[in-house]
């Protein structure tokens, strides 16, 4: 979730961003399954590159669900009288995400070893159905729970949880974070997320953020990274360079 610049506080919580967060998610988790599926057998150097870039979509996914768990769930279960079994279909999928997560680190770390066909093959049959795990969770989380966050969360506490995720990313990530949150975002959603950041972070994507991105971007996704790119504000320029 976005640091928010003071000056463009709200006293709703800012959910519409949590929209945008899932679908960074659904597209890493689809990806990293056609990118594994691609690798030839023996591209060793190919398998670490897309070990490394799994273990950074665990950290994110892990920063994203702990903040829900530890201060976004509390804050929403005084308000909830018959409704608290939606909190708990959400815990109990953290839970079997986490365990998912586990199996597929086993099997990414066994085939960035070797890259090997079977255990690639293996692999990728886990992604899938981590992907598709994925899928059901955060459709029921934005059908069923970000509306009762909207009525019951109150702004600081919504911002509060953005603020311990953010802290949490390493700096070097940062940019990179942002750049996955506003790939796949419309112009409207570009402008308005951006618009919310507190300026020294805007000059910082637009002078270098968006450059880091795309290096990143092509560096993991290889012949797939060719689509459009963010570029961080409706009517922004294209950078030049790498």
Request: glycine share 8%; proline share 7%.
């Amino acid at each position: 979730m976005t640091p928010i610049d003071p000056a463009q506080a709200e006293p709703h919580p800012y959910t519409r961003e949590m929209a945008m967060i899932h679908r960074i998610f659904r597209r890493e988790s689809r990806l990293m399954t056609t990118l594994v599926a691609a690798v030839p057998p023996g591209d060793h150097a190919r398998a670490a590159v897309l070990a490394g870039a799994w273990r950074a979509y665990v950290v994110g996914l892990h920063l994203h669900h702990s903040g829900e768990d530890e201060l976004l769930w509390p804050a929403l279960r005084p308000h909830l009288d018959g409704e608290a079994e939606r909190l708990a279909l959400m815990e109990a999928q953290h839970h079997a995400l986490d365990e998912g997560l586990t199996r597929v680190g086993g099997l990414m770390d066994r085939w960035a070893a070797g890259a090997a066909e079977p255990d690639r093959d293996e692999l990728v049959a886990a992604l899938r159905e981590h992907h598709e795990l994925l899928c059901e969770h955060l459709d029921a989380e934005e059908t069923t729970v970000m509306p009762l966050v909207a009525a019951h969360v109150g702004a600081e506490q919504w911002h509060a949880v953005g603020e311990r995720g953010l802290a949490e990313t390493p700096r070097d990530r940062l940019m990179i974070a942002l750049g996955a949150v506003l790939e796949d975002a419309s112009a409207s959603e570009r402008a308005e997320f951006v618009g919310r950041l507190p300026l020294p972070a805007r000059l910082v994507w637009r002078l270098a953020g968006q450059r880091q991105y795309r290096r990143e971007m092509r560096r993991i996704r290889g012949a797939w990274a060719d689509g459009p790119l963010p570029d961080g504000a409706a009517g922004a320029p294209e950078p030049s360079g790498p």
